[in-house]
């Protein structure tokens, strides 16, 4: 539940200029899209936000404070990436508990965040299993809800139904706008697919060669000829 404001962001790998002032806002609750091409700069923007990248110029503001130098583990972000791996070693419970562990919350609290967050993404009853004896659907589900557990103010998704098969992506993703609907979290997520951004998002950045080329609600979008 929080107001972000991207603007002029600048990222240059080597001489490549891979984002070239992209401004985007997500108002508080909002699902915002980039979607664009393969090489438009999408996972670049969601990793200057995540805090994996630090951008050359522009700036990023969470509830009107900059975040440009805050730390990825002090951002207060969920991140959901298409290949951000599970624990194989861990069982689906602990891999949903592992940063609750991490941040040293009591035994009895992350116990009822795990049963609540499993819930909310429909995993109950796969506390015990290992990823490997999961579906991949099951798989970005646990994923989803490791990022959830936390609490975060903001959702970061890049291509999360990308590894699934047709039917579970349409689950998937229903899943994903539903949870997010009813938390109010805020959230980015990033797709080349525009059906996918089309059915999901409050607004969408088309992004075009490092660039924001449109920023609208599906509804304007689509209604251009
Ligand atoms: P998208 O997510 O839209 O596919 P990316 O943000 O991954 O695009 O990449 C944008 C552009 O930056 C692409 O041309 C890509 O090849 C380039 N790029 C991405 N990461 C690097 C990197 N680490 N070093 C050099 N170029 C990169
Ligand atoms: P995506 O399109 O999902 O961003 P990619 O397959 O383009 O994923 O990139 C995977 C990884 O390779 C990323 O870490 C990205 O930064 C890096 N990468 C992408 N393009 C280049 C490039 N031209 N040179 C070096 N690294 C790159």
């Known amino acids: 539940m929080a107001l972000i404001e991207v603007r002029n962001l600048r990222k240059q790998y080597h001489d490549f200029?891979?984002?070239?002032?992209?401004?985007?806002?997500a108002q508080s609750g909002q699902l915002v899209t980039l979607l664009g091409p393969s090489g438009c700069g999408k996972s670049t923007t969601l990793r200057c936000l995540a805090g994996f990248l630090e951008?050359?110029?522009?700036?990023?503001?969470?509830?009107?404070?900059?975040?440009?130098?805050v730390p990825p583990?002090?951002?207060?972000?969920?991140?959901?990436?298409q290949n951000y791996a599970l624990f194989p070693h861990m069982t689906v419970a602990d891999n949903i508990a592992y940063g609750l562990k991490l941040r040293k919350y009591s035994r009895g609290e992350i116990e009822t965040r795990v049963f609540d967050v499993m819930k909310l993404v429909r995993l109950t009853g796969l506390d015990d299993r290992y990823p490997r004896q999961i579906s991949g659907g099951q798989q970005q589900r646990v994923a989803l809800a490791r990022a959830l557990v936390l609490k975060p103010r903001l959702l970061l998704l890049d291509?999360?139904?990308a590894n699934l098969d047709a039917r579970l992506r349409d689950e998937v993703r229903w899943l994903i706008r539903d949870i997010q609907q009813q938390s109010g979290i805020?959230?980015?997520?990033?797709?080349h697919d525009q059906a996918e951004a089309m059915?999901?998002?409050?607004?969408?950045?088309?992004?075009?060669?490092?660039?924001?080329?449109?920023?609208a609600s599906p509804r304007e979008i689509y209604q251009k000829p």
């Open 159 to 161: 291509e999360p139904l």
């Open 55 to 69: 951008p050359n110029g522009g700036s990023i503001n969470v509830d009107g404070e900059s975040i440009v130098s």
């Open 73 to 81: 583990n002090r951002r207060d972000f969920g991140v959901v990436f």
């Open 199 to 215: 059915a999901i998002s409050d607004m969408v950045a088309v992004m075009k060669s490092g660039r924001v080329a449109q920023f």
């Open 17 to 25: 200029l891979a984002l070239d002032n992209v401004s985007l806002t």
């Open 186 to 191: 805020t959230a980015f997520y990033v797709t």
